[in-house]
C-alpha cells in the first residue's frame, strides 16, 4: 500500500477531525527523499486518515490507520512523542530504495513531537479512538480461518503428545471417583 504524499493541506469540510496539533514535529525513518529530516507542522487526526501537513515546506503526509500496526507513547527521549510503526509493506511514492533493499524490507516509522506535555494523552486516546474504528481486515480473516482443538480428545493429539500424555498418566494417580458412605436411599425417609 501507498502512503498519501501530500503538496496541499487536506480539505477538512467532509471529514470528521478528532484532534488538531498546531506546531508539531514529524520524523519519518528512514528519512525520505527529498523531504528535510524533521518537518513541523500540523497533525490532524481525523476519523479516516492519519494526516501531517507543513506549510513551511508545502508537504504532508496522510497514513491510513489500518497501516499504522502500533502506535504508542515513547518516553525515550527528555520529551515525550508519539511512535507510529506501519506496516512493512508500506511505500511512500518516489522513494528510492537502495538496489539491494527490497520495498518489502523496509518499515517504516513516524515518531510526532511536540511542546506541551498534555498533548501526548490527548492524541494517544484520539489516534486509539480512530484505531478502533478502522479494523485490521487480515486480522479478521485470520481469526475465521482458527480452529480449536479439543487436549482431552486423544485423536486430536500428535505421536509425540500422545506419548507425554501417556507417561503422564502413568506417571500420575488418578484420583479415585468418590465413595458414598452408607446406602443408597438411606435418607430417604428423613423429614
Do not use: W
Not at 25 to 46: E, F, H, I, M, R
Not at 56 to 71: L, M
Amino acid at each position: 500500500m501507498t502512503i498519501t504524499l501530500l503538496s496541499q493541506a487536506p480539505d477538512f469540510s467532509d471529514l470528521t477531525v478528532r484532534y488538531t496539533g498546531q506546531n508539531m514535529g514529524l520524523k519519518v525513518s528512514p528519512p525520505l527523499a527529498g523531504v528535510p529530516d524533521a518537518l513541523q507542522g500540523t497533525l490532524y487526526v481525523c476519523e479516516s486518515m492519519l494526516y501531517f501537513y507543513s506549510n513551511n515546506v508545502n508537504s504532508g503526509i496522510a497514513v491510513e490507520y489500518p497501516d499504522i500496526i502500533i502506535h504508542a507513547i515513547s518516553r525515550q527521549d527528555s520529551q515525550p512523542s508519539i511512535y507510529c510503526q506501519l506496516d512493512a509493506g508500506l511505500f511512500f511514492p518516489s522513494q528510492q530504495f537502495p538496489d539491494d533493499q527490497g520495498r518489502s524490507a523496509v518499515a517504516y516509522s513516524l515518531s510526532l513531537s511536540f511542546f506541551e506535555l498534555p498533548l501526548v494523552e490527548d492524541i494517544y486516546l484520539a489516534l486509539s479512538d480512530c484505531a478502533a474504528l478502522h479494523p485490521d481486515l487480515e486480522d479478521e480473516e485470520e481469526d475465521d480461518q482458527q480452529y480449536f482443538i479439543d487436549p482431552s480428545d486423544p485423536g486430536e493429539l500428535s505421536e509425540m503428545q500422545q506419548a507425554a500424555l501417556q507417561h503422564l498418566e502413568s506417571v500420575f494417580e488418578q484420583p479415585a471417583p468418590p465413595q458414598q458412605n452408607g446406602h443408597a436411599g438411606q435418607f430417604d425417609d428423613a423429614e
